[in-house]
């Protein structure tokens, strides 16, 4: 049974809405945060956008992965595939991007296609156990999961952390979502929340930047757990060719400017 068919099992898929809001904030933040970290003089003083408005763009992408993963999507592995894609055709002008850094650093889509994985495989644990799946099996993909964890984290962007962002975020909506009976299924589904916003609060130095991170991990947590009723529809929806090639094309932008200037 596929994450979507789990969430449609006696409780009504939350509404999407909101999602066509966070393509564009999403975009417009992540955008702001190259400009003014690769192409901007520091002259201009506009420093301040990477540690605020900049650290919204990450946890977004990553609340609409984890919940398009869960509740919208038939096939999560092949929903990473698609994300996977994207961020093989903007390695190469990401990576003329000046760094202070040097060695392999793949890009955020590589992070995205990794944590939805393991979102995925993690989610599917319980209905396959219930299918028969020995302990020695559910040991070995548990070894398996955190060597490839482990290994991935320090050639992603955001690291170790930013792996965990997306199946800690499909835990959360899954129980902030389901309908909770009993004082202690409300507990669970708050506590649920917990891990999302202090992985949110490590993966960031300074307190603004903190700030922006979590408050946007946690806007994400009430959508899940019911604030999805309350969006509206965008009035302009986001063409999918521009929401599917901006990633690529404005890195590609960036390098062209550096080139020339």
Same mark, same amino acid.
């Given at each position: 049974?596929?994450?979507a068919?789990?969430?449609?099992?006696?409780v009504a898929?939350?509404?999407?809405?909101w999602?066509?809001?966070g393509?564009?904030l999403a975009?417009i933040?992540m955008?702001?945060?190259?400009l003014?970290?690769?192409a901007?003089?520091?002259?201009?003083?506009l420093?301040?956008?990477?540690?605020?408005?900049?650290?919204i763009a990450?946890?977004?992408?990553?609340?609409?992965v984890a919940w398009?993963?869960?509740?919208?999507?038939?096939? *999560?592995? @092949?929903? +990473?595939r698609?994300v996977?894609v994207i961020?093989?055709v $903007?390695q190469?002008p990401? #990576? %003329?991007?000046p760094?202070?850094?040097d060695?392999?650093?793949?890009?955020?889509c590589?992070?995205l296609?990794?944590?939805?994985?393991?979102?995925?495989?993690?989610?599917?644990? *319980?209905? @396959?156990? +219930?299918?028969?799946?020995a302990?020695?099996?559910m040991? $070995?993909?548990?070894?398996? #999961? %955190?060597a490839?964890?482990?290994?991935a984290?320090?050639v992603?962007?955001?690291?170790?952390?930013?792996?965990?962002m997306i199946p800690?975020?499909m835990?959360a909506?899954?129980?902030?979502?389901?309908? +909770?009976a009993t004082?202690?299924?409300?507990l669970?589904?708050?506590?649920?929340a917990?891990?999302v916003?202090?992985?949110?609060?490590?993966?960031?130095?300074?307190?603004m930047?903190k700030?922006?991170?979590v408050?946007?991990c946690?806007?994400?947590?009430l959508l899940a757990?019911?604030?999805?009723?309350?969006?509206?529809?965008?009035p302009?929806?986001?063409?999918r060719r521009l929401?599917?090639?901006?990633?690529?094309?404005h890195?590609a932008a960036i390098?062209l400017w550096?080139a020339l200037v």
């Open positions: 049974m596929s994450l068919a789990n969430a449609d099992a006696g898929r939350p509404s999407s809405a999602t066509g809001w393509q564009w975009l933040t955008t702001l945060d190259h003014s970290r690769y901007v003089p520091e002259a201009w003083g420093d301040w956008i990477d540690s605020s408005l900049g650290r990450f946890p977004l992408f990553a609340a609409m398009h993963g869960l509740f919208n999507t038939r096939d *999560p592995l @092949r929903y +990473a698609r996977l961020g093989l $903007a190469l990401y #990576a %003329l991007m760094r202070d850094i060695g392999l650093i793949l890009n955020i590589f992070t296609s990794l944590g939805l994985i393991g979102g995925a495989w993690l989610l599917n644990l *319980p209905a @396959r156990r +219930a299918r028969g799946l302990a020695w099996q040991t $070995a993909e548990a070894i398996a #999961a %955190l490839v964890w482990a290994l984290g320090p992603v962007e955001y690291g170790h952390l930013g792996l965990l800690l975020y835990l909506m899954q129980r902030l979502h389901a309908p +909770a004082p202690d299924a409300r669970l589904g708050l506590m649920s917990l891990p916003l202090v992985t949110a609060g490590l993966m960031n130095s300074s307190p930047a700030a922006f991170t408050a946007t946690l806007v994400a947590l757990a019911g604030a999805h009723r309350l969006s509206p529809r965008v302009f929806t986001m063409p929401w599917l090639a901006w990633y690529p094309a890195f390098a550096l």
